[in-house]
């Protein structure tokens, strides 16, 4: 999946009162209660953004954050062009025969 950056920020207005979003670096400074973080947090991993920055302001109840793009993960089309290289040779040399009669197990009953 592909990090839509500015679907991330709409979610973060939801819980913040001041964020701040680059979407040349898909990266997202933000302020926000601290009994919200956690929920936040949470939505931010499922767009593969993870908090590279913490820390909470003045003994108060809030928090500042920065969610970064996850670069250790693969998106789906580069997991599969990694798999195609790396494995190939291994596709190319399977065969399938006809004559495999384990295929066919369930018409034998």
Known sequence: METDILRAKSVCEEYCDFVKCDTRTCRIDLRVSEKFFSELYTRMDNFDLKCNS????????????TFVLN??????KEFLEFFMDEYDDEIKNL???????????????
């Open 71 to 76: 670069k250790n993960t693969l998106t789906h």
């Open 54 to 65: 913490i820390q909470k302001i003045n003994e108060d109840t809030e928090i500042m954050a």
């Open 95 to 109: 065969e399938l025969s006809d004559d495999d009669d384990e295929a066919d197990w369930w018409k034998k009953s």
